[in-house]
């Protein structure tokens, strides 16, 4: 697992296909050039997500071996991949509503985290309190921004309900925002719940994207 950003390699240009528009090209030809994609796919992990997750651990330090973790919003499983090296002989749990081919070490469930009957089904497979609940869900994107900004938000705020339910005292809660940063009322409650709340934006986050990460530590 990679502490920095990557060297960068001589950049590549995608030829022009009568069947490809100028969007896909143009996101063909950013995968092709990010240094992260490149590193994923020689490392073995299979998003370039695996690095947000290793860059904010190795500032802030909240993953350690032998913790238990759920990772909701998991597929493909670049995050899931990076619990399993850090926590060793921990627990690992996976969620997506899409399928995920395995994960030696971690348990993958194929959820719908906002069906009413998931929190049972998890908690099940958890068998207890965990250390760290973290979350990378995503709704599709509409394109417009105040309502891609509400639908991460509600998906941080049951995630954060669920963590609530589950945490041991300590416990760390990681989830995904938007820029324009976390609700009033949501970061209101984790200043409560928690002794430290920082808003995080790893180098592997793409520096155009509106994503960030609220992290929140001892949890009380």
């Not at 009413?116 to 958890?126: G, Q, S, T, V």
């Not at 250390?131 to 639908?151: F, I, K, Q, Y």
């Not at 949501?186 to 430290?196: D, S, V």
Request: proline share 5%.
């Amino acid at each position: 697992m990679i502490d920095k950003p990557p060297s960068r390699a001589l950049k590549v240009r995608v030829k022009t296909a009568k069947s490809r528009t100028k969007s896909s090209q143009a996101w063909l030809e950013r995968q092709l050039n990010d240094p992260y994609v490149r590193a994923a796919k020689s490392e073995g992990y299979r998003s370039r997500a695996a690095y947000k997750l290793a860059e904010m651990n190795e500032k802030n330090r909240f993953l350690k071996r032998g913790q238990t973790a759920v990772d909701l919003g998991a597929a493909p499983g670049g995050w899931t991949q990076v619990l399993v090296e850090r926590l060793g002989d921990g627990k690992v749990v996976g969620v997506d509503i899409q399928e995920m081919e395995p994960i030696a070490g971690a348990t993958l469930l194929h959820l719908d985290f906002m069906d009413e009957k998931a929190p049972a089904i998890i908690k099940h497979a958890l068998n207890g309190p965990v250390d760290t609940v973290l979350s990378d869900m995503a709704s599709p994107a509409t394109g417009h921004r105040e309502t891609d900004h509400l639908r991460v938000m509600a998906l941080c705020e049951t995630a954060l309900e669920f963590a609530i339910e589950i945490l041991k005292p300590g416990g760390t809660f990681l989830c995904k925002v938007l820029r324009g940063g976390t609700e009033r009322q949501l970061l209101e409650t984790l200043k409560k719940r928690f002794q430290k709340v920082i808003h995080v934006k790893p180098p592997a986050s793409r520096a155009d994207s509106a994503e960030m990460y609220v992290l929140a530590m001892g949890f009380r």
